[in-house]
């Protein structure tokens, strides 16, 4: 079994307490097993969600699209900066 160490990002409360039972499952081996069954469960029905996957797209094409603003706007500035010298 391989083990993989997540960080999570505690912006829900749910979150905040799953981390918060994850570290404090450490050294204890039933407990770390059945949160380890819980999170993998947990994972694979999220993924599982048609709504998770679309959202999960959907932020990406939000990002890619922010992404290449910046680029633009940044050339802009570049350009000006040149156009000015």
């Given at each position: ?22 570290g404090?499952?450490?050294?204890n081996?039933?407990l770390?097993?059945a ?30 699209a ?10 802009r ?9």
């Amino acid at each position: 079994m391989k083990t993989r160490t997540v960080k999570i990002k505690a912006d829900a409360p749910e979150l905040a307490e799953l981390s918060d039972a994850i570290g404090r499952a450490q050294g204890n081996q039933i407990l770390e097993a059945a949160l380890s069954q819980y999170v993998s469960r947990l994972v694979v029905a999220t993924m599982a969600d048609p709504r998770f996957r679309k959202s999960l797209s959907e932020g990406a094409e939000v990002a890619k699209a922010r992404a290449k603003q910046e680029r633009i706007e940044n050339l802009r500035v570049e350009l000006a900066k040149l156009e000015a010298e």
